[in-house]
């Protein structure tokens, strides 16, 4: 496989349940992102990985909780989420090269989630 | 604080025709400009970017975008649409003008859907 692979593709969840979301990327990037995808809004980042540390939580609720194991693989777990957080969840990745602004953002398909 | 605006959400036009999706952004310092489009029940694919230098930066699949500094926009435009560029299509500005760190922590526009007929 090649790129940012994400999965399930598809989630329907109830309030009180527990679920990940998976990423993966087969490109040899060392930075990884979620952003969440909601219709009439902004793509909104909510975490940003470099090398397996979190560099940014842009103030997201602690229902959401990220794990980065290794550089190619980010997790997305959720708990107790509201049916507010029904929306696209997008993964991607970037090569961060110190001193350039340049590199750009793969992303996979997203997954996307419906709570109940 | 960095923002980006896109006021159309919806972009109509006829196959062979000019197109123009547009894009104002707000930001400090010099800015670092995305196009990004998404095609159904797919990711962001990357465009174009501008980053310093000529003001008309050509991308993929026939596309280029002119940034006007007086003017803050980043317009998209394409001289002959195709059906097939029917999409969502996202202008980002990078969140941070530093070089130094190196992550890509864009701000996003709200999209404009394409709609290219036949």
């Known amino acids: 496989e090649t790129g940012v692979t994400q999965t399930p593709r598809h989630l329907v969840m109830g309030m009180t349940n527990k679920k990940s979301l998976k990423c993966e990327q087969h490109?040899?990037?060392?930075?990884m992102y979620w952003y969440k995808q909601s219709a009439k809004k902004p793509l909104e980042l909510m975490f940003v990985?470099?090398?397996?540390?979190?560099?940014e939580n842009n103030s997201v609720p602690s229902r959401f909780s990220p794990e980065c194991p290794n550089s190619s693989h980010l997790f997305l777990h959720l708990h107790t989420l509201q049916p507010e957080d029904s929306a696209l969840y997008l993964c991607?990745?970037?090569?961060?090269?110190?001193?350039?602004?340049?590199?750009?953002?793969?992303f996979g398909a997203g997954s996307r989630l419906t709570v109940l | 604080a960095q923002s980006v605006a896109q006021p159309e959400d919806q972009v109509n036009v006829a196959e062979g025709n000019p197109l123009t999706v547009k894009c104002t952004y707000s930001?400090?310092?010099?800015?670092?400009l995305f196009w990004y489009v998404q095609y159904p029940n797919r990711g962001l694919q990357f465009l174009l970017k501008?980053?310093?230098?000529?003001?008309l930066v050509k991308g993929s699949y026939g596309f280029e975008a002119e940034f006007n500094k007086s003017q803050t926009s980043f317009h998209l435009k394409k001289p002959s649409a195709l059906v097939s560029d029917s999409a969502l299509y996202f202008c980002?500005?990078?969140?941070?003008?530093?070089?130094?760190?190196?992550?890509?922590?864009?701000?996003f526009g709200t999209g404009t859907r394409l709609l290219v007929s036949p």
């Open positions: 930001v400090s310092g010099n800015p670092y």
């Open positions: 991607a990745s970037s090569q961060v090269l110190y001193g350039s602004g340049a590199n750009v953002l793969t």
């Open positions: 501008y980053i310093t230098g000529d003001n």
């Open positions: 990985y470099n090398f397996k540390e979190q560099t």
């Open positions: 490109l040899g990037h060392n930075a």
């Open positions: 980002a500005v990078r969140l941070d003008g530093r070089r130094d760190t190196g992550f890509q922590k864009l701000v």
